[in-house]
């Protein structure tokens, strides 16, 4: 479940045990999203066209990113 507010998002993951809940700012929230972008990446889930672009840019420089990420198609 997600909730938001002006400045924060919460994340709750149900587990086995009891919930995960993850607070995390607007730029803390865009980093993680662009986190799980670079798994799917690895993954090769072709998801990409389905991705804002603003996702697709990315934080990291392009060094770093060249090496985690595989070459655009």
Same mark, same amino acid.
């Given at each position: 479940?997600?909730?938001?507010?002006?400045?924060?998002?919460?994340?709750?993951?149900?587990?086995?045990?009891e919930?995960?809940?993850?607070?995390l700012?607007?730029?803390?929230?865009?980093? =993680? %999203? !662009?986190?799980? @972008?670079?798994?799917?990446?690895?993954?090769?889930?072709? /998801?990409?066209?389905?991705?804002?672009? =603003? %996702? !697709?840019?990315? @934080?990291?420089?392009?060094?770093?990113?060249?090496?985690? /990420?595989?070459?655009?198609?």
């Amino acid at each position: 479940m997600t909730t938001t507010g002006g400045r924060q998002v919460s994340l709750r993951f149900e587990t086995a045990g009891e919930p995960l809940v993850m607070q995390l700012s607007r730029r803390g929230m865009h980093l =993680w %999203l !662009q986190g799980l @972008v670079m798994v799917l990446a690895k993954a090769e889930w072709n /998801l990409s066209q389905a991705l804002p672009a =603003w %996702l !697709q840019s990315g @934080v990291l420089p392009p060094s770093v990113r060249d090496m985690l /990420l595989p070459p655009s198609v």
